[in-house]
């Protein structure tokens, strides 16, 4: 589930093997939320502020060339593409937020066996794991989308996932 305000998200996932151990959502600044919420949008006014707010082409991608007032499929997949990028931006910061929880406590541990304490923690790590792993697999899904919808030509040898962010990072608008 994804809840937004107005500039951080807040992404909750439940844990996939840990029914008891939760992984740690605590909301981060997150750099594309107010286009995602024009997107969301699409209304009117929504696609006006595509054309004051975004580059030419990104804009001419989103909005069908007969009405501007409908988005295309290009702007579905964006959107997918978008909170994929939120999943993986808060799973990456919950999984350095156990792994730094979990050393800062693991070092004064005793030898033998582990505290309870530290049993949650590793759970709590394998689960920050491994929705760091659905999140980077959704992200590549929905690049493939968007890459395949928009008409982008991805080089050689790159990985579509590095390709994608590092073209988000160049052509989209980011909030301030």
């Not at 997150?30 to 975004?54: F, G």
């Not at 939120?86 to 990456?92: C, D, F, I, L, S």
């Amino acid at each position: 589930m994804i809840r937004f305000s107005k500039s951080l998200v807040r992404v909750e996932s439940p844990p996939l093997y840990f029914p008891s151990v939760h992984v740690v959502t605590t909301p981060i600044p997150l750099p594309y939320v107010h286009l995602l919420e024009l997107l969301e949008r699409a209304d009117d006014s929504a696609c006006t502020e595509w054309s004051k707010d975004l580059p030419p082409t990104i804009a001419s991608l989103i909005s069908s060339a007969g009405d501007p007032s409908k988005g295309t499929a290009v702007a579905a997949s964006l959107i997918s593409l978008l909170n994929a990028r939120t999943a993986v931006m808060q799973a990456a910061f919950d999984s350095r937020l156990v792994a730094d929880e979990l050393r800062r406590y693991q070092k004064f541990a005793k030898p033998g066996k582990p505290e309870p304490h530290i049993v949650q923690l590793r759970r709590k790590q394998a689960a920050a794991r491994q929705a760091s792993s659905v999140a980077r697999q959704s992200l590549i899904r929905a690049a493939a989308v968007f890459v395949r919808d928009a008409g982008l030509d991805v080089p050689a040898r790159v990985a579509l996932d590095v390709f994608i962010v590092d073209w988000m990072d160049v052509n989209l608008p980011r909030d301030t």
